[in-house]
């Protein structure tokens, strides 16, 4: 592996066929610059047809996006626009064309509820960001502020105290 630190807070790396880039976290030997709040990795990998790619094991969650091409993860091809998350088996990633791929990984970060366009890890912060959609307490987005959208069903809150 030919590791380029430049100077960049994004390090790159080439081996074989791939073109790497840290994004975030720290993985491939390498420390990206830009701060974290939990132990992750994010890289960029631009594979040749044929090249494979190791994949850090050192996390309990992992996944890819091929953002172009066609690649193979335990023999099972992950194409464009395609996402896998990984096993805790699975080593590698190989190009089956020329391919542009997003490998992250990460601790998980515990449960998390889902209330029509709201998602917390706190029932009571669920419950209490559908009343004040509902009560208008929210600032609707510029470029959308033109109709405001009820809650499918305010009956659906009392599940939530």
């Given at each position: 592996?030919?590791?380029?630190?430049?100077?960049?807070?994004l390090?790159a790396?080439?081996?074989?066929?791939?073109?790497?880039?840290?994004?975030?976290?720290?993985?491939?030997?390498?420390?990206?610059?830009?701060?974290?709040?939990?132990p992750?990795?994010?890289?960029?990998?631009?594979?040749?047809?044929?090249?494979?790619?190791?994949?850090?094991?050192?996390?309990?969650?992992r996944?890819?996006?091929?953002?172009?091409?066609?690649?193979?993860?335990g023999?099972?091809?992950?194409?464009?626009?395609g996402?896998?998350?990984?096993s805790?088996k699975a080593?590698s990633?190989?190009?089956?064309v020329?391919?542009?791929?997003m490998?992250?990984?990460?601790?998980?970060l515990?449960?998390?509820?889902l209330f029509?366009?709201?998602?917390?890890?706190?029932?009571d912060?669920?419950?209490?960001?559908?009343?004040?959609?509902?009560a208008?307490?929210?600032?609707l987005?510029?470029?959308?502020?033109?109709?405001?959208?009820?809650?499918?069903?305010?009956?659906?809150?009392?599940?939530?105290?």
């Amino acid at each position: 592996m030919i590791a380029d630190r430049g100077g960049d807070d994004l390090p790159a790396w080439r081996d074989a066929g791939v073109a790497g880039q840290l994004i975030a976290g720290s993985a491939y030997g390498l420390t990206a610059g830009v701060r974290t709040h939990s132990p992750l990795f994010y890289a960029h990998l631009q594979m040749n047809k044929g090249a494979t790619a190791e994949i850090p094991a050192d996390f309990r969650e992992r996944a890819l996006y091929v953002a172009d091409g066609t690649v193979e993860v335990g023999g099972q091809p992950v194409t464009t626009g395609g996402m896998a998350v990984l096993s805790p088996k699975a080593s590698s990633v190989r190009a089956v064309v020329p391919a542009t791929v997003m490998v992250l990984g990460g601790e998980p970060l515990g449960e998390r509820f889902l209330f029509w366009n709201f998602v917390s890890s706190s029932k009571d912060r669920l419950r209490q960001a559908a009343e004040d959609w509902q009560a208008g307490r929210m600032k609707l987005p510029d470029a959308d502020d033109q109709e405001f959208i009820p809650l499918p069903s305010t009956d659906a809150l009392n599940h939530f105290r």
